[in-house]
């Protein structure tokens, strides 16, 4: 199992975007759902957070701006993005802490901190 991240592109400073993750096949469950970061020099970090009980944890530099949702449906997980920042520029990556799939024979299985291969946000005018 995979994570598949799509959004990412080119938003003038104060613009919008939103990021898209989810199983590159069909899952039971997913528990934490995370958006991580990595601009240019700088390290990976946590940007936003939700458990499967939906509650939610930002990093101060995007709180009020950003907004982490899911879909558990679709097993799906959401970054909306507003008000878009220079500084804000990045490569966005997605995370699950722990998915459960099920086999065509019934099985499950578990896959323990899972990526998804990143989506680049770039915010210039």
């Known amino acids: 199992v995979q994570l598949q991240a799509s959004g990412g592109g080119l938003v003038q400073p104060g613009g919008p975007l939103r990021l898209t993750c989810g199983p590159s096949?069909?899952?039971?469950?997913?528990?934490?759902m995370s958006w991580y970061r990595q601009g240019p020099g700088e390290q990976r970090e946590l940007v936003a957070q939700?458990?499967?009980?939906?509650?939610?944890n930002y990093t101060d530099s995007v709180k009020g701006r950003f907004t982490i949702s899911r879909n558990d449906a679709k097993n799906t997980v959401y970054l909306q993005m507003n008000s878009l920042k220079p500084e804000d520029t990045a490569v966005y990556y997605c995370?699950?802490?722990?998915?459960?799939?099920?086999?065509?024979?019934?099985?499950?299985?578990?896959?323990?901190?899972?990526w998804g291969q990143g989506t680049l946000v770039t915010v210039s005018s």
């Open positions: 939700i458990t499967s009980d939906g509650i939610t």
């Open positions: 995370n699950a802490d722990s998915i459960i799939s099920m086999s065509d024979f019934g099985d499950r299985y578990r896959y323990l901190d899972v």
């Open positions: 096949e069909s899952v039971v469950s997913i528990n934490v």
